[in-house]
């Protein structure tokens, strides 16, 4: 991508100036971010650089922290007017083997409301826009491991088999260290598919023999998606790929389809035209279909039926720009009640006056799966903190750690919170294994208050060593003990070396 690509104009110095904007990081995170990108890091300003086109979402970008290798992984939570998750994603920013700035992503949880709205091209799409304006110099990727419906998606937006590109193999790949070629695997999974499914219906032998060199000749994900074999009763449908072919969109949809580790470069030859033309392609699509949408409700909003000007109102709530407003404003004092109250409520959502009480509501209703309402609550807390502290109290002893965890930046912020922060650590300790999130609750609890260096919480972080942890959390107790200015913390590291296993010397 060059500069003059991009929606933002000159992207280098639109994008950065965006990308500062707003409160800072935790310390630690922001210097982090400062490393890696060059240039001051705001909340709200990396937040609104994962903003998708479509004006019904606003992404909160939270739980940011700092790996072992100095890389940054943080969540992307898209809120919904309603106050519902409408995408989470983790992604996980920082260097690569050979330098390159890179960005892994995880497959993001996309609510099936909100799965033909662009979210993900958007995405792929602001990702490579922050990549470019950032780490140019060092030719930066996006990377992932293509799994389940991630293998057809990773093939139409353009990425490449990352094991043979220059770079390799994503170091956060799942499958990071493999010297197995994951095209050859791709290509050999094909050729099986095609002969299971041409024994069921009697394709013909030049058919396959066909498709047989067509499978062989494949070089990127792309070309498994215009694979085809004529005459098997798959899906005719075009599907929204470019040139997707039915034998092809059902091989990587396929749930014994292997997996492969894929990349995307944001300029040279590991830029895809295809997946440039497909992201414009559904970019287009979702514009047009939402501006249909939303004319169609206007017009309901000039009839004289209550019922149909409710209902448009109700419907353009969750959906409509903000250039509506000024349509709906009109209807505020409408002579039906009705319709008045409608449009007032259509207002509240739409200018997002309200979104913070909907969030919290959300993660109250304990009918909700856990790990949204934790996200929900991680959003009021790092961006609405004042909303939620008539539920601290008790939300930092909620029995899911998932919870707990929402609101330790809250506690962090307390003019003495060491002891708090130590608190809820003794209180929460690694030997309960049948808690979901408890190794991240106590790794965040760690790490803030390794960052404080309080000597009233050196008991517990030497306690917690002693209690033979695992490898990710005695790594984290180590550097908070390493980096504490009492002795007492030399003695609880040398007592920990001293009980470690040294095998016999042959």
């Known amino acids: 991508m060059t500069p003059g690509d991009s ?6 110095n639109a994008v950065t100036d965006l990308l500062g904007k707003g409160r800072p990081f935790d310390a630690v995170v922001d210097q982090a971010w400062f490393r890696l990108f060059r240039t001051p890091v705001g909340r709200e300003g990396l937040s609104r650089i994962f903003q998708p086109g479509f004006p019904g979402v606003r992404t909160f970008v939270v739980d940011a922290r700092v790996e072992s290798d100095g890389a940054v992984s943080f969540t992307i939570a898209g809120m919904a007017r309603d106050g519902t998750p409408a995408f989470i994603g983790r992604r996980t920013c920082g260097r690569g083997r050979m330098g390159t700035l890179e960005l892994h992503r995880s497959f993001d949880e996309l609510a099936p409301a909100f799965r033909w709205r662009n979210i993900t091209s958007d995405l792929i799409r602001r990702e490579l826009e922050l990549l470019d304006a950032t780490g140019a110099a060092t030719s930066p990727r996006i990377t992932l491991d293509a799994t389940e419906a991630a293998r057809y998606l990773a093939a139409v937006h353009g990425f490449s088999f990352a094991d043979e590109s220059k770079d390799g193999p994503p170091g956060r790949s799942i499958r990071a260290r493999d010297p197995a ?6 290509a050999a999974a094909a050729h099986n598919f095609a002969r299971r499914l041409a024994a069921r219906h009697s394709t013909p032998p030049a058919e396959l023999d066909r498709l047989a060199r067509d499978i062989d000749a494949c070089r990127q994900p792309i070309d498994f998606v215009r694979l085809d074999l004529p005459g098997a009763p798959l899906d005719p449908s075009r599907g929204d790929g470019p040139d997707a072919r039915p034998f092809g969109r059902a091989f990587l949809r396929d749930r014994d389809t292997p997996s492969y580790r ?11 035209p295809e997946g440039d033309r497909y992201r414009d392609e559904r970019t287009h699509r979702s514009e047009a279909r939402l501006a249909t949408e939303v004319q169609a409700h206007l017009d309901e909003l000039a009839g004289r039926s209550r019922a149909s000007r409710v209902r448009a109102l ?19 004092d409408d002579p ?10 259509a207002i509240r959502r739409i200018g997002g006056s309200d979104l913070v009480e909907r969030v919290l509501a959300f993660g109250d209703d304990v009918k909700n799966p856990p790990e949204a309402r934790a996200t929900a609550y991680r959003v009021v807390s790092e961006f609405f903190p004042t909303h939620i502290s008539s539920r601290l109290p008790m939300l930092r002893i909620d029995p899911d750690a998932r919870i707990q965890k929402s609101v330790i930046p809250v506690i962090a912020e307390w003019e003495d919170a060491a002891p708090e922060l130590g608190a809820m650590l003794g209180a929460n300790p690694s030997n309960d294994l049948d808690r979901p999130g408890l190794g991240a609750l106590r790794l965040e609890l760690i790490n803030r208050l390794a960052a404080l260096a309080d000597p009233r919480t050196l008991p517990i972080l030497m306690a917690g060593l002693a209690q033979d942890p695992a490898p ?11 980096a504490h200015p009492d002795p007492r913390a030399r003695l609880a590291l040398a007592a920990r070396t001293q009980n470690l296993d040294i095998p016999p010397v042959p």
């Open 7 to 12: 929606r933002f104009g000159s992207v280098t």
């Open 181 to 186: 070629s994951d095209r050859e695997i791709l």
């Open 262 to 272: 894929a990349t995307l470069y944001t300029s040279g030859p590991g830029r895809s």
């Open 314 to 332: 109700d419907a353009l709530a969750p959906i409509a720009p903000t250039w509506v407003l000024s349509e709906i404003r009109q209807l505020s």
């Open 336 to 345: 039906d009640r009705k319709v008045a109250t409608a449009a007032r409520q």
């Open 472 to 482: 990710e959390e005695a790594s984290a107790l180590s550097r908070a003990l390493i």
